[in-house]
């Protein structure tokens, strides 16, 4: 599972629009398959479906006014939602409480990597602690993933004003962690975080999981990158993953502490960096 290869869902893409769409939408749509290096097909009135089956591309961008969707030519969808941060925010604010915020021992004014951005969830978590002294970086290795997920972020109309504010504050790179850690400063950042794709799905996670994992970067945690993340943490690398699966047996030694719940089928482990 731990391979240090990287696993992008290439595929060939296609940019379109909207149907209806208006001269601007059409222009950024352009543009977009410039800087994605795609090709530009118009929309014409045709369908998703019959776009797909005529161009022969594997995955379809469709810019509309307040959003990006992916579509696959196997009919997986990703649109950006902001999962579970609604629900976590929610309860940390009421209870104190979030395993990966315990874990993380997050601070107003610190700075976060999150090098597996996915749906962004702890990002958003890490945003609202940190405040607007501090910074979240989210690293997502796939160029048209991270486009969407940085509109996404950039428009998503969360009805809670700080939880909103805190999502708009993320810094969406498109950037593989492997590369970004190994050029990033010593002790540049309080925590790392990684949430790799596990082996075998989450009960009840296979709906919100499927879509990230047809479009994503399946590749597993690459240990050289975890060393690497120790140089840069000021005060630990955090990795998610299933209770379970424990990790590589090259780190399972450096593990400090793991943070759970007594029924979670997940947990964070906490690593400190070198010289702690």
Known sequence: MYSSASNHNIGRLTITTAVNATDELIEEATNLSITLNAV????????LNSLVQET???KV?????DQYTLYGADGMEYQ???NMAIVRATNYTKTGRDYYLEAAELKP?????DCTLGFGCEAVLAAMVVGVDGQVIGLESVPELAIVTRRGMGRYNMLQKHLREAMRRVVVLNADYREYLRKSRTRSADIVYFDPFFKE???GAGHTVGCLAAFGNRASLDIRSV????RVARRAVIIKHPKWHPLPQ??????KEEVAGRRSTITFAVIPPYGL
Not at 250 to 255: A, K, L, M, S
């Open 56 to 58: 022969q591309f594997d």
């Open 109 to 113: 004014g610190d700075t976060v990597i």
């Open 40 to 47: 530009y097909c118009p929309r014409s009135g045709h369908s």
């Open 80 to 82: 950006f939602h902001p």
């Open 250 to 255: 090259e780190i399972r030694p450096d593990v």
């Open 227 to 230: 060393i690497e993340a120790r």
């Open 61 to 65: 961008l469709v810019v509309q006014r």
């Open 201 to 203: 799905t989450l009960e």
